[in-house]
Nanobody
Framework: HVQLVESGGGSVQAGGSLRLSCAAS????????MGWFRRVPGKEREGIAG???????AYADSVKGRFTTSKDNSKNTLYLQMNTLKPEDMAMYYC?????????????????WGQGTQVTV
């Protein structure tokens, strides 16, 4: 049974930083592509960062240069370091895992989803 659990969300002032974590269980994180998505009420879920099995990464233009995703396969955990946060970054953030890579930001590539963690800026 695959499970993804996000943590690390919270409230931060504009310009501040947060690090989100996504603990995976039920599979090894080095066998799936993983990604981060966010959703603002009334809008579609947006892919913002992805990391492939080989470690390649992809970022949405809206976060490029400010957000960094990484994973620790020994801990089966995915991370999203978010710096220079802006009010428009406020959203519910989700991690996801899947076995396809078409750029890392495509929702259709991901089969498993966490419940989300709220980020308020």
């Amino acid at each position: 049974h695959v499970q993804l659990v996000e943590s690390g969300g919270g409230s931060v002032q504009a310009g501040g930083s947060l690090r989100l974590s996504c603990a995976a269980s039920g599979y090894s994180s080095n066998t799936f592509c993983m990604g981060w998505f966010r959703r603002v009420p009334g809008k579609e879920r947006e892919g913002i960062a992805g990391i492939g099995i080989d470690g390649r990464t992809a970022y949405a233009d809206s976060v490029k240069g400010r957000f960094t995703t990484s994973k620790d396969n020994s801990k089966n955990t995915l991370y999203l370091q978010m710096n220079t946060l802006k009010p428009e970054d406020m959203a519910m953030y989700y991690c996801a895992a899947g076995d396809r890579w078409s750029g890392g930001l495509n929702r259709d590539d991901y089969k498993y989803w966490g419940q989300g963690t709220q980020v308020t800026v």
